[in-house]
């Protein structure tokens, strides 16, 4: 999953200014509509974060705010409309960073011991920090202005999260029921 979304994670930030340029913004223009998406997202990761806390459903919360940023990189795709398309960013971003950072307390909160937090946080960022190996190359100059390749790979990374989350949470599921059974089954 980290993987998945680290391909995204690492190409919205490098190639956004380029994307608004391939809108008819100017370089400067550009720069400064970057920012408002960003902050969305951030008012997004605390309140997905807060809601997945009280919840307990981390799962259920990547799997939306995956389906939100595959969403948001399939208008970009689609759609030529620059009204449109500046939507779509705001899509992709409150979905790809705050999934990131469900999926990092979601390692963590399901490793039983501190040694196990330790190798689960490490094999994340083993294999997941390879994401961004690809995310970084997906958007060619030559694909400009729409860049249709590198939005569809971004959202079916981004769908593909969204049902490795669907799978986590539901193997994860089974295992708790029946620890509960056997803990019952002891008592």
Not at 84 to 101: C, T
Not at 124 to 132: R, V
């Amino acid at each position: 999953m980290y993987f998945s979304c680290n391909v995204s994670f690492s190409s919205l930030p490098v190639f956004l200014p380029t994307i608004l340029e391939g809108m008819h913004y100017k370089s400067i223009d550009a720069q400064g509509l970057s920012a408002p998406p960003y902050f969305l997202s951030f008012l997004v990761c605390i309140l997905s974060t807060w809601i997945a806390d009280k919840t307990q459903q981390r799962g259920l919360m990547i799997i939306g705010l995956s389906l939100i940023g595959g969403t948001g990189y399939i208008i970009l795709a689609a759609v030529t409309s620059t009204g449109v398309r500046y939507f779509a960013i705001y899509l992709a971003a409150a979905g790809i960073f705050p999934a990131i950072s469900n999926i990092l307390p979601w390692v963590l909160n399901n490793q039983g011991t501190d040694s196990k937090r330790g190798a689960g946080m490490a094999l994340l960022n083993i294999i997941g920090q390879c994401g961004p190996l690809l995310g970084t190359r997906i958007y060619p100059k030559s694909e400009g202005p729409y860049y249709r390749k590198g939005f569809i790979i971004c959202a079916v990374f981004m769908f593909f999260n969204g049902f490795l989350a669907l799978v986590l949470r539901t193997l994860l599921q089974r295992q708790n029921k029946r620890s509960e059974e056997r803990r019952v089954g002891k008592e």
